[in-house]
């Protein structure tokens, strides 16, 4: 499957690389391909509207001002699934093209028990071993990825109540509002990882590209493997890249 799936990628990567491109300067390393960017931010894109339309249907006493945007009440009954199914389609791809780069190894292990150093960045730089992502971003990738499952299975129930039954129906309202709960949490974190904690991760998501002594920093096995050596002064023996790090055709030096 992983052989069909990097398969895939590849050339959903290419077919954006071929109407695209971005800059790589010479103190700068590529991090997200075009695909990947895109991907990201069609997914934060149908998030917030589900999100929003989510608010003013469930507390319209709180969030009644929302409603005028969609439409009104029964346009943002009516819209909110169709967003919901938006987000879990996007993120489908996007756990498609991060499958590989996401899987977890002992390393996410060894680096989830110094996550109290992590949080009270009690270190200057990451561990030698941290890779294209930390055990954080992977726990967060998949937590989204179950939560994303229970959201999808129990809107469905909720859209289709006369097949799901009133016990399905309760229960399910309970699943959607738990798994809604968890991703916003996640969203508020992952918008303060990708900013106010790491100065220069969000350009990540904007230009692609990151700069060498960041990658250094944070995710010093993968800045190992890009750049052929490690600026702590020890030589890369780190795994091959996989489809998702590979540098993509859409890069232009400077």
């Not at 010479?26 to 990201?40: C, G, I, K, M, N």
């Not at 799901?164 to 709960?181: E, K, N, P």
Request: with cysteine; proline share 5%; aromatic share 14%.
């Amino acid at each position: 499957m992983s052989t069909v799936v990097e398969r895939f990628d590849e050339a959903a990567r290419a077919r954006f690389a071929a109407h695209s491109r971005t800059r790589v300067r010479d103190d700068e390393l590529l991090r997200h391909a075009v695909y990947t960017r895109v991907l990201h931010w069609i997914v934060a894109a149908f998030f917030v509207l589900a999100l929003l339309s989510g608010f003013a249907i469930y507390t319209p006493w709180l969030f009644r001002w929302i409603t005028p945007v969609f439409g009104g009440g029964a346009m943002t009954r009516l819209l909110h699934p169709w967003f919901s199914l938006g987000f879990v389609a996007s993120f489908f791809f996007q756990m498609l093209n991060w499958l590989q780069p996401m899987a977890w190894t002992s390393d996410d292990s060894r680096w989830m028990r110094r996550i109290k150093e992590y949080v009270s960045n009690a270190d200057v730089a990451e561990p030698e071993y941290v890779d294209f992502f930390n055990g954080g971003q992977k726990l967060y990738f998949w937590t989204i990825v179950a939560s994303a499952g229970l959201f999808l299975l129990s809107g469905v129930a909720i859209w289709f109540p006369a097949a799901s039954g009133r016990t399905g129906v309760a229960v399910a309202y309970v699943v959607h509002d738990i798994a809604a709960i968890v991703m916003l949490v996640g969203f508020i974190v992952h918008i303060y990882e990708g900013t106010a904690a790491a100065p220069g991760t969000f350009r990540a998501m904007i230009r692609g590209t990151v700069e060498k002594r960041w990658a250094s920093t944070l995710h010093p096995a993968w800045c190992r493997r890009a750049t052929g050596h490690d600026s702590r002064g020890e030589r890369g023996t780190a795994r091959p890249p996989t489809a998702a790090e590979r540098p993509s055709p859409d890069v232009l030096p400077t």
